[in-house]
């Protein structure tokens, strides 16, 4: 059964602070995403990693960075953690087929994230 | 601009068949048409995927017109578990224009 981990589903931060979401996957895919889903936005894309080292931005980056060392982990970073970055942050893999319309993204629990 | 227009909200009842249909007027040849679901803390899953006419898994079927401007995700029967909210998404691969442009979901509720 494909799994996509994430390291926390709460987590509580001080305004300032770095924030470190850490995403592992075990089906090998190449692809692995970031998104942020508020009420009312649906899902956000904030960046997309198509091979290790390798990152595109996605439509929200900014106040984001991430980091793909390992094919199977992705990790998001928030420098210096803002209150307007509490959210419900989500990870998702999938293999390169995904755009070809032959395959999906398969999604972490997600990670509740309170800035105070 | 390319976009995905979906209803806010929809009601149904138990043993009903529900549509619920997404806009995306500027679709281009190559995007593909995925449906998700997503429960409350929970991340959204895989329903159905197409590109054009009629595709029927398991759990729903999927219709797209000739031009590809809208799809339909059709629940047959719907019972209390499939209350749930439902995105549309259109997957995009031309070239360097690699996008994934998410509707905003459909909240339905399944009522007795």
């Known amino acids: 059964d494909v799994k996509v981990t994430q390291s926390s589903r709460y987590l509580v931060k001080r305004t300032g602070e770095k924030v470190f979401l850490e995403c592992v996957q075990d089906m090998d895919h190449e692809n692995m995403f970031w998104y942020r889903q508020d009420p009312g936005l649906g899902l956000r894309l904030i960046y997309f990693?198509?091979?290790?080292?390798?990152?595109e931005k996605g439509d929200i980056p900014e106040g984001y960075s991430v980091s793909r060392e390992k094919k199977e982990r992705f990790s998001l970073i928030l420098e210096s953690a803002s209150t307007n970055q509490t959210s419900m942050y989500l990870c998702a893999s999938s293999s390169p087929y995904l755009l070809a319309g032959t395959d999906t993204q398969y999604f972490g629990p997600g990670t509740r994230l309170t800035v105070l | 601009l390319a976009k995905t227009t979906q209803p806010i909200s929809m009601d149904s009842y138990e043993g009903q068949e529900v549509n619920i249909t997404c806009s995306h007027n500027?679709?281009?040849?190559?995007?593909?048409i995925t449906w998700y679901q997503q429960f409350p803390s929970q991340g959204p899953r895989f329903i159905i995927q197409?590109?054009?006419?009629?595709v029927t898994n398991e759990v729903a079927s999927l219709f797209i017109p000739a031009d590809r401007k809208s799809s339909t995700l059709s629940l047959p029967r719907v019972s209390l578990s499939d209350t749930a909210v439902y995105y549309c998404?259109?997957?995009?691969?031309?070239?360097?224009?690699?996008?994934?442009?998410w509707g905003l979901g459909t909240s339905l509720a399944v009522n007795p």
């Open positions: 500027n679709i281009a040849t190559n995007d593909y």
């Open positions: 990693s198509y091979d290790v080292k390798m990152k």
């Open positions: 197409g590109y054009k006419t009629k």
């Open positions: 998404l259109v997957a995009r691969n031309a070239g360097n224009n690699r996008k994934l442009i």
